[in-house]
């Protein structure tokens, strides 16, 4: 089973930068096209950044786009969020997922998602 381990959450004033860290526990993660999703306590979590097996195709949640990126190093089993141009409205949860299933590309649906990791917390705030 794959294991996943999110890192490099923290505080961060409006406007800042974060990275966050995705690592696999396995060296097979180009099988895998990974999935980045966000929950606010009493919401229901939601898709943000999504980027396939081979790394040249993502999907990008609207609230995000122009500001949030991701990338993927199959060699190393790790997968990066970078986040820009932090909004006080982008204080959640982050948690990365893989999805085995789908060979070209990815999607922001939750259900699609086969491992999960137990999530970074990211605080926007002045």
Do not use: H
Not at 17 to 41: E, H, K, M
Request: charged fraction near 25%; aromatic fraction near 8%.
């Amino acid at each position: 089973q794959l294991q996943l381990v999110e890192s490099g959450g923290g505080l961060v004033q409006p406007g800042g930068s974060l990275r966050l860290s995705c690592a696999a526990s396995r060296s097979t993660l180009n099988f895998y096209a990974i999935g980045w999703f966000r929950r606010v306590p009493g919401r229901e979590r939601d898709g943000v950044l999504c980027i396939n097996r081979s790394g040249d195709k993502t999907n990008v949640a609207d609230s995000v786009k122009g500001r949030f990126t991701v990338s993927r190093d199959n060699a190393k089993n790790m997968v990066y969020l970078q986040m820009n141009s932090l909004k006080p409205e982008d204080t959640a949860v982050y948690y990365c997922a893989a999805d085995k299933r789908l060979p070209r590309t990815c999607v922001l649906r939750e259900a699609d998602y086969d491992y999960w990791g137990q999530g970074t917390q990211v605080n926007v705030s002045s």
